[in-house]
Structure formats: C-alpha cells, structure tokens
C-alpha cells in the first residue's frame, strides 16, 4: 500500500466533506451543535491541507476550545451534548499534537519521533479515551433517550468518527 499518507488523506478528506452534510441535518445540541461541527469540519480540512492553511493548528485548537466550553453551558441534556463536547475536544488534542503545532502558519506539518512504543502517543490516548466516552453515552442512553439524528445525519456522523480516527492513525504511522 505504500506510504500511509497516499491513502489516508484522500479518504480522510471525502469522510470529512460527506461529514459537513450532518449540518443540513437535525441536531441534538440545536444551533450550538451545528457551529461546532461546521468549525470542527473546517479544523479537520485545515489540518488535511496545513500547506494552504492561513492559520495553523493553534488558532483552531483554541476556537474549538472556546467552542467546547460554550456547548457545555447548553440547555440540552448531558447525554445529548457530552458526545458533541468529546469530538470537539479530541479534535483539539489532535491539532496540538500535530507535528508543526507550534510552527508558523501554513507550515507543513512534520511528524517526528517519540519516545515509548510506536502505538502509545497523547493522540492515541485521547481518541481512546473519546472513543469510551461516545460508546458509554450511546450505551447509556439507548432506550432512554429518543433519537436525535436523521439517518443521514447518523452516517455524517460516523463518517466524522471514522476521519478522526484515521488522522489519529496517522500520528501512529509517522511516529
């Protein structure tokens, strides 16, 4: 398969268009949800292009920090808005860990080596721990709680979760 990048980019990137189509879809945090996961689409692109992006990891990771601690003040149900807070969160663990964080914007981001097994990284511990969070929530809440997606915005959604987990994979391949 050759280098991971000549697959995972591609990939990531189409999972993350199609993902963008969850904000044409009901949302369980209403307004707030759909902000979050418009500017959490746009991060996600950005980190796909760092090359072209104006920015850089830091101003997203604290937009989407900001952006964290304003759908936690959200009049919604803990089981429906905690889901929403993990994705974002996660997403800023991924930009400031990304290699090239700290380098100037429009940067390419460089991944380096680290020390300790190839599989343990912050990247990979916060995808884990987020990835426990979402199923205990869905767990918890099955039955409980009616559903708050449309069908199309469920395959959205997982269509977001499954990019997130490729850039985390991508922490491992470059380690």
């Given amino acids: 398969m050759g280098e991971p990048q000549q697959w995972i980019v591609p990939v990531t990137a189409a999972l993350v268009v199609f993902s963008a189509s969850a904000l044409a879809c009901p949302h369980p945090c209403a307004g707030r949800g759909r902000v979050a996961h418009g500017v ?3 991060a996600m692109a950005a980190m796909l292009i760092p090359a072209h992006d104006p920015l850089g990891p830091l101003p997203w990771a604290v937009a989407l920090g900001g952006l964290g601690l304003w759908l936690a003040d959200t009049p ?100």
């Fill in 40 to 42: 959490l689409c746009a």
């Fill in 76 to 175: 919604v149900p803990l089981a429906r808005r905690l889901p929403v807070i993990a994705d974002v969160l996660v997403m800023v663990v991924l930009l400031l860990t990304a290699p090239g964080a700290a380098a100037a914007p429009g940067a390419a981001h460089q991944h380096s080596g680290g020390a300790g097994p190839a599989w343990l990284s912050l990247p990979i511990v916060a995808l884990i721990a987020w990835a426990w969070v979402r199923l205990y929530v869905w767990r918890a809440g099955r039955g409980a709680l009616p559903a708050a997606r449309s069908a199309a915005g469920t395959l959205a959604h997982l269509a977001m979760t499954a990019a997130m987990l490729l850039m985390g994979l991508t922490h491992i391949a470059h380690r």
